[in-house]
């Protein structure tokens, strides 16, 4: 699997790259980041996976996320995929909370969505697998954290691949996307009418359906705008004690929903992943 190097930059003693390829997976060119930190040669390093949020790219926590000097310190390396296919012939939306931008890191099994918008496949499968080929990765000691819709994604792939991710993380997520407005808009378009096929793209569903992960980490803004009606962690806190799941859902006063708040804690969740992909 072939990739085009579209810039690198040396950044806190490693490189910064972004990088481009034909996807299988969506039919269409994707672009993503990795942060590779300094290392000796031979060496494989744990990888973090960064979801980012809608309307987001790559970019966003590349340039906003003020994550590289955590990583070098800890010796991860953080990918950070696009959230959705893009280009000349997908499918679109005029709002900005579904089509390009919002691809929600589900299967899409509807038209016109279903011939590209396969981020759940890209995201577990495809990716994973030029990751490991191209980067020096140690892909037995995998973390996912990501931001609002991002956060949805970082939650329910790692809920459903526990043998995968040694530790799960998010900033403002979609805990319950099926009681929600950004949600049931988006896997009722992507997956059709029937709820019983959104619910592997619900982390609390997944929770109550016998999903489990040894802990959770989220990190929400009391001033978040979105917080009371898209977000809902209260929802993520009922499913995690009622399956016994430690769950830490620190509520930072003040904070709102921009990458002001993303990169005032993501070397916190760096961090932390680091404890855990280094046990």
């Known amino acids: 699997m072939d990739i085009e190097t579209v810039t690198e930059n040396r950044s806190h003693g490693g490189m910064q790259g972004v990088y481009r390829h034909k996807s299988t997976a969506t039919d269409t060119d994707m672009t993503f980041s ?8 031979g060496t494989k390093l744990p990888v973090l996976w960064y979801l980012s949020g809608l309307t987001c790219t790559h970019a966003n926590v590349t340039e906003k996320g003020e994550y590289r000097a955590a990583c070098a310190q800890a010796g991860i390396v953080f990918v950070a995929p696009d959230t959705s296919p893009r280009g000349e012939g997908v499918a679109d939306d005029e709002a900005y909370d579904m089509g390009q931008g919002a691809g929600f890191y589900v299967d899409a099994t509807q038209e016109p969505w279903a011939p590209h918008f396969q981020m759940c496949s890209y995201i577990e499968d495809e990716l994973p697998a030029l990751i490991a080929e191209h980067f020096p990765v140690d892909m037995a000691h995998q973390g996912i954290t990501g931001h609002s819709m991002g956060g949805h994604g970082a939650l329910t792939i790692g809920l459903r691949n526990p043998d995968r991710f040694a530790s799960i993380s998010a900033f403002s997520p979609i805990v319950a996307p099926g009681r929600v407005p950004w949600g049931e808009r988006a896997l009722s378009g992507y997956l059709g009418e029937d709820r019983a096929a959104w619910r592997e793209y619900d982390a609390c569903a997944l929770i109550e359906d016998g999903a489990r992960a040894d ?19 209260e929802l993520l806190a009922e499913a995690c004690k009622n399956a016994n799941i430690p769950l830490t859902l620190n509520m930072r006063d003040g904070y709102d929903h921009s990458y002001y708040f993303i990169s005032s804690f993501l070397a916190d969740h760096v961090a932390w992943h680091a404890a855990r992909l280094k046990a």
């Not at 990795?34 to 040669?41: I, L, Q, W």
């Not at 802990?215 to 009371?228: C, M, P």
């Open 34 to 41: 990795v942060f590779v930190p300094d290392h000796a040669p």
């Open 215 to 233: 802990a959770l980490l989220v990190e929400q803004g009391t001033a978040d705008q979105f917080l009371e009606e898209q977000l809902r962690p």
